[in-house]
């Protein structure tokens, strides 16, 4: 370390908590309510988009997140309802569900090698089984109308019922879990696991043939994902104060996968970048159009999906990432970053 | 409940009609998946622009027929568009690549469709008096429904065993490296088989305008039950596609008949799944 420019790393960590100290501040800042709840849902999707793409990073692509939104946002919801159970205990209960689930599917699927677009309909349907379940079991979950979590006695600030009516609260979880998801990002970037999991979107077989425990590693980060996939969902409930089966369709589930790929699904920043650009696209789009054109932003959206998979597969941040190295000469290796090995090859 | 319930079998007569439309459904997908080895995950969302188109047609006066064959007109079209535009420039690139791209295009006619004919039900206002045979009641529409699914099941049949260009499009579903070795032009057969593929989900529209309102989320209700019956009977195997289709067809009937509708898609799910696990290659292995 020599005394006149601090090392990358110290300046890494000022870079860092500047950060953190600048996010802490937004909620504070003179912007009305609506913009909050805008940067909120943000927060919420990147969360979700992250927890997505620690799978589909590795050629793991689901296409059916929304069911572990619906269990999480249904767990905590009807077990509130019914039994009037707080979330404190909701949440846990909700979220091992959600990773019971994805056990439940992607334990036999990575070990009878249901791969690429199988285990992508795999999940497709696994979505529909929650959405259509939630339906069907009208009599208790309200069916396809939804339903809205009881009102604790106190209005506006309730911690037993985790009900605020301050948007600010929301917005300090779902940086906390953002955070969160992000800090297991880099740590599954920085262990063997990534290598591992690289190694089997390359060649399963040839992985399992060295000694990677192809199931297990695999297993690892779909639990992951579900389990935080879940809290993103949980969130959305308590936030929205509403619930609905439509929120693990196909609508949903594919949403996640389109932001997180406009974003660039392979590098830390992408998932959050897509999440913020389709809200901001959705949210203009319905301001400049009202209500006469409904489902104008979303018509623009998948074409903008198309366009991405065919001519920049890596994303926006991926896109710009390699421009940046390129012009910067020898890239330097900064995590997560880099070029992904399968999906876009070729 | 007695063991012979005579509304039971008006269940399972149901599903047998049903299992016909899900059939035909399922046969264009099929088809595509079988030579192009790409999954169209907006297959359901072509079907709906070919409702559309029979809607509107019919709207204007024209008699059902031929604004079916025009809906299968438009929509092969379609099926060429998709191909060239989405298809061809990613054909070489990891299959999900194509499964998200024909993702986008699934938002998008949706949404388009919204944004053109907005989400209101629209019903061709035709309505077919029902055939009573003792207690039990089946609907003409599913009837004709039926019989025009197994004349294309059929017709496709025909074609593809019959015809020239129906044994090169076999021949590359086959084997798609050697065909272009020997001088088949296999772009030309994707175009042919995207078209094909179009025009049978535009006769799916038709069949499916003459039992159901026409709506751009129709395709959420019938496109993941398409994907599993092609994939219960083996991806590309056209024959176990349509057993899987009859066999779906009955659960939901039987299930939905006893319990309720919602619940025997649950139950439809989770066999697709099941089965998934068990012989992912379909009910039926697909010959080499």
């Not at chain 1, 929304?66 to 309802?81: E, P």
């Not at chain 1, 992508?120 to 309200?142: K, M, N, Q, W």
């Not at chain 1, 974003?263 to 830390?268: A, E, H, I, P, V």
């Amino acid at each position: 370390m020599s005394g006149r420019s601090a090392s990358p790393a110290l300046r890494r960590r000022l870079w860092a908590a500047l950060g953190l100290a600048a996010l802490l501040v937004v909620p504070h800042l003179p912007w009305g309510q609506y913009v909050l709840h805008l940067i909120v849902l943000m927060l919420v999707w990147a969360c979700v988009g992250t927890a997505w793409s620690l799978m589909g990073r590795f050629g793991l692509v689901s296409l059916g997140h929304g069911a572990f939104i619906g269990i999480g946002m249904y767990g905590v919801g009807l077990l509130w309802n019914t039994y009037s159970l707080t979330p404190w205990l909701g949440i846990p209960i909700a979220v091992a569900a959600a990773v019971l689930v994805g056990l439940l599917i992607g334990y036999p699927s990575f070990r009878f090698q249901v791969v690429g677009h199988y285990f992508a309909l795999v999940t497709l349907a696994l979505g529909e089984v929650v959405r259509l379940s939630v339906i069907a079991a009208r009599d208790f979950t309200g069916g396809s109308l939804g339903m809205t979590p009881k009102h604790a006695a106190d209005e506006h600030v309730s911690w037993f019922a985790l009900q605020f009516s301050n948007k600010a609260y929301f917005y300090h979880f779902a940086l906390l879990l953002w955070l969160v998801v992000l800090w297991l990002w880099v740590r599954i970037d920085r262990s063997k696991l990534r290598t591992a999991l690289e190694a089997i979107s390359e060649d399963e077989i040839a992985a399992a043939s060295i000694g990677i425990h192809v199931t297990r590693t695999k297993l690892t980060v779909t639990l992951l994902s579900a389990g935080l996939t879940a809290l993103g969902g949980i969130l959305l409930g308590q936030y929205n104060m509403y619930i609905s089966p439509e929120w693990s369709g196909i609508g949903v589930s594919l949403q996640v996968v389109f932001a997180s790929i406009v974003g660039g699904m392979y590098s830390l920043w992408g998932p959050s970048l897509g999440a913020v650009l389709t809200i901001a696209l959705n949210e203009s789009l319905r301001n400049a159009f009202g209500t006469r054109l409904v489902g104008a932003s979303e018509s623009i959206y998948g074409l903008l999906l198309i366009l991405f998979i065919i001519f920049m597969p890596n994303g926006i941040y991926g896109g710009l990432a390699a421009w940046w190295n390129k012009r910067r000469g020898p890239p330097a290796p900064t995590p997560g970053a880099d070029a992904p090995s399968s999906a876009s090859s070729r | 409940m007695d063991f012979f319930d005579i509304y039971l079998v008006e269940a399972m007569l149901n599903g047998v009609l049903l299992g016909g439309v899900l059939g035909l459904l399922a046969l264009g997908l099929n088809l595509i998946f079988g030579v192009v080895d790409v999954v169209w995950i907006a297959y359901a969302e072509l079907v709906m622009s070919g409702m559309y188109v029979v809607y509107w047609l019919h709207a204007f006066g024209v008699p059902m027929v031929l604004a079916g064959l025009a809906a299968m007109a438009v929509v092969a079209v379609m099926g060429l568009a998709v191909h060239q535009l989405i298809i061809a420039p990613i054909l070489n690139t990891p299959p999900i690549n194509q499964l998200l791209a024909t993702g986008g295009l699934l938002f998008f006619l949706q949404n388009f469709a919204t944004v053109l004919f907005s989400a209101e039900f629209r019903n061709t206002g035709v309505s077919l008096p029902s055939l009573r045979l003792g207690d039990i009641s089946l609907s003409y529409s599913r009837i004709i429904a039926f019989g025009v699914a197994i004349a294309g099941v059929l017709g496709l049949y025909w074609f593809l065993k019959k015809t020239f260009i129906g044994a090169a499009i076999r021949a590359v579903a086959q084997d798609r490296q050697v065909m272009v070795l020997m001088g088949v032009d296999t772009r030309k057969i994707y175009l042919v088989t995207s078209a094909i593929g179009g025009a049978l989900a535009g006769l799916a529209a038709l069949l499916l305008c003459l039992q159901i309102d026409v709506h751009p989320f129709i395709g959420l209700q019938y496109g993941p039950i398409t994907f599993m019956i092609c994939v219960l009977g083996g991806l590309g195997n056209m024959l176990g596609g349509f057993l899987a289709s009859f066999i779906i067809g009955q659960i939901i009937s039987i299930v939905g008949f006893s319990i309720s509708q919602d619940f025997a898609y649950v139950v439809a799910f989770l066999l697709f799944i099941l089965v998934m696990f068990v012989r992912p290659e379909g009910i039926l292995k697909r010959r080499a």
